[in-house]
């Protein structure tokens, strides 16, 4: 009722100093911002994570989603980076570039299943954590996500990793070329653990991902897809 009184009161105003279009759109924009409650916030902003872990996700599940993107392609365990070239140099070149296209091949195929594991843990944002989401950088909101649940997700999405990495042949490949190169004389014996290492890896290549699809829906309003996505981040543009 008070909404309707305002208009009456405005659209007479209007009408005796012909205001524009233009007056009548920031007005009812600037009544829409106005009605924001604190759930609509909270809710706007879940929606922004679920649609940017979502996306994230599906990109990252596809073939090459992580191979094929220099973003976030998982590279060989630092121990064995540093000494790539010299596996090369020995004729590992082929047990190489098998290691690097399997683990790859073992996180494309575990990145759908954190889905659930993500839009979980977004449904626990407060309203304060909302607030200051929504106030913060382009990368808040991913960030925020990052600090709070990486734990957790590491700790849960491990095993769908193992399985992965198992089915593509990954951990046998891997295995493979450790025990190579242990067998070059002088060079000092390595095992790290691949599971680990991938399961960070593709957590973190999911982060990257989030993040590039909140600052789309911070910077262009055709990616909020949801009214209240819509009107929750028409507030801070």
Not at 103 to 109: F, L
Request: contains cysteine.
């Amino acid at each position: 009722m008070k909404f309707i009184a305002r208009f009456t009161l405005f659209f007479g105003l209007c009408t005796l100093t012909a205001c524009t279009s233009a007056d009548v759109n920031r007005f009812l924009q600037g009544a829409s911002q106005a009605a924001l409650t604190n759930e609509d916030v909270g809710n706007g902003l879940r929606d922004a994570l679920v649609k940017g872990i979502s996306v994230g996700a599906d990109l990252a599940s596809q073939e090459n989603g992580f191979y094929g993107n220099e973003l976030i392609r998982i590279l060989l365990p630092d121990e064995l980076r540093r000494l790539e070239s010299t596996m090369r140099q020995f004729g590992l070149g082929p047990e190489v570039d098998r290691v690097l296209l399997t683990i790859n091949r073992g996180a494309e195929r575990a990145a759908q299943e954190a889905k659930p594991i993500f839009i979980n843990a977004i449904r626990q944002i407060t309203i304060q954590d909302a607030f200051s989401i929504l106030r913060g950088e382009q990368d808040a909101a991913t960030q925020f996500l990052k600090r709070t649940t990486s734990e957790q997700l590491i700790d849960l999405f491990q095993p769908r990793i193992q399985e992965s990495l198992d089915q593509v042949g990954a951990t046998r490949h891997y295995s493979d070329l450790v025990s190579a190169y242990n067998a070059i004389p002088t060079t000092r014996k390595i095992d790290p653990d691949l599971n680990a290492y991938v399961t960070a890896r593709a957590i973190e290549g999911l982060f990257t991902l989030i993040a590039q699809e909140e600052a789309k829906i911070r910077e262009n309003p055709a990616e909020r897809t949801t009214a209240i996505m819509r009107r929750v981040f028409a507030a801070q543009d």
